[in-house]
């Protein structure tokens, strides 16, 4: 059967702890499939702030999230039992939250959610490296990196959580991967608890930190 993937665990993490209507934060949405599950969790009440550097990973993001949601919906709905009414019923349950889908560095996130969000994030998603079937050299970079995760330690609100995956297997993935493994590690225990997910028979397996804010 084997144990969750690194991806798999960090959305149950965060589904766990996060409700519709909630403020999700995806800080690198690529090909928007973290954005696509962050979305659904919050629903029509939420707010999903998305970030990437790369304009064609918006692109992704935004065909995903306009195009899958719906059609996501239909195939629960056809799922689901019971009469016709229902169903309809059913299909109104997964439309997008508040979108804003922002082509900027993810270190600069604070300036572009609202004051009266900060602080009160629900959940933060990193996922590290680069953009799949894109150009392999535009890589997340450890300092912008360091800075961004201060900045959403800052933004979550008590009992929110931050999940990075980390990937030191790839090119320019080592020191990114040690410089935040370290920083999760040296964080006052009195800001958040830290755990790590990882398989430790393989070195360049890709793994997971999550931080739940205290
Ligand atoms: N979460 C994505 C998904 O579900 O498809 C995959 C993310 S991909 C592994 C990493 C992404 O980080 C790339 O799209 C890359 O452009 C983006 N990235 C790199 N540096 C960034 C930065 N400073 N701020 C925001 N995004 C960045």
Redesign the pocket.
Known sequence: MGFLSV?SMAHKLIKERVQPGDTVV????????????LAELVGSRGTLYA????E??LT??AERLNASLPVQAVEHASQAEGPAPSRANSMKEYPLPKLHLVL????V?ANHIAVNSQGQIAAI????????G?DPS????TE??LI?LQSAIMLLRKGGILTI?L?PGHSGGDAETIAVEQWAANLPQQIGQAVVYKRIQRSDAPFLVAIEKL
């Open positions: 991806l995806d800080a690198t949405c690529g090909n928007g499939v973290d954005a696509q599950f970030f990437d550097i790369q064609q990973a992704r993001t900027d560095s993810h270190e996130m998603m990193f996922n590290l490296g680069y953009l799949p894109a535009i890589i997340t970079l912008p990196t961004a995956v990937y």
